[in-house]
């Protein structure tokens, strides 16, 4: 719809003025260190093979950035789905039935929005995964919530262990003050428990042990072998 575009394109022009109220369901910064200490680990590995890993190297800087767009995504459509409901709070008593219809037509489109991020997040996720392990020193990197969410209920439902009752849970609300509150983010909701902890949780995780691994290398060089 043109009117949510143009009300997204609008919160993503304020993200300077509004940063702290619209990123406390997680904290960005942990994917900007990812991203720099996989940086510095890239600089020495090119010191030790030269141009060898090129193509995956580059490959995991792309990734990088792309996941951490994908979760800013997310959390502005968090934000404003709960600017929508304090919005839609405040002047109930002078909706119209055409604007409870159009606030119902938002919410459809917000919800698919979400969910097609959030498992765009856990594919993109996976590939890096598998790129960053074949880069020397990197080969113990893991990533368990995202291993699991895309193998038990995106790629391999049918397998056991995997899960054919997958639904979809926003995963975060909004009070009256528009601010987002819950920090496990989206989730792909499912009948058997503990699956999925969550996307923002996942995501940490995931850029966690993006630092913990390159960190590790630029520490000890000589484990980039």
């Known amino acids: 719809m043109r009117s949510l575009e143009n009300a997204l394109g609008s919160m993503r022009r304020?993200?300077?003025?509004?940063?702290?109220?619209?990123?406390r369901?997680?904290?960005?910064?942990i994917a900007v260190r990812a991203r720099e200490c996989f940086d510095a680990y890239r600089s020495l590995e090119y010191g030790k093979f030269g141009g060898a890993n090129?193509?995956?190297a580059q490959e995991i800087s792309k990734r990088l950035r792309q996941l951490l767009w994908i979760i800013e995504q997310v959390i502005s459509l968090c934000q404003y789905?709960?600017?929508r409901h304090r919005q839609m709070f405040q002047t109930r008593a002078v909706s119209t039935v055409k604007d409870?219809?159009?606030h119902g037509?938002?919410?459809i489109e917000i919800h698919e929005r979400i969910e097609l991020?959030?498992?765009?997040f856990y594919w993109i996720a996976h590939r890096t995964v598998e790129v960053i392990c074949r880069m020397p020193g990197l080969n113990s990197f893991k990533a368990v919530g995202v291993r699991d969410v895309r193998n038990r209920l995106l790629e391999h439902v049918e397998k056991p262990g995997g899960s054919t009752s997958v639904g979809f849970g926003w995963g975060s609300g909004g009070g009256l003050d528009g601010v987002v509150r819950d920090g496990n983010g989206p989730t792909k909701a499912t009948l058997i428990e503990g699956k999925d902890k969550g996307l923002y949780r996942n995501a940490t995780e995931f850029f966690a042990e993006v630092?913990?691994?390159t960190r590790r290398c630029t520490l000890c060089p000589e484990l980039i072998t």
């Open 14 to 23: 304020e993200c300077g003025l509004r940063k702290e109220r619209r990123f």
């Open 25 to 29: 369901t997680m904290d960005i910064q």
């Open 54 to 56: 090129d193509a995956q």
């Open 81 to 83: 789905n709960a600017d």
């Open 100 to 102: 409870l219809q159009q």
């Open 105 to 107: 037509l938002d919410q």
């Open 117 to 120: 991020h959030t498992e765009t």
């Open 211 to 213: 630092e913990r691994v």
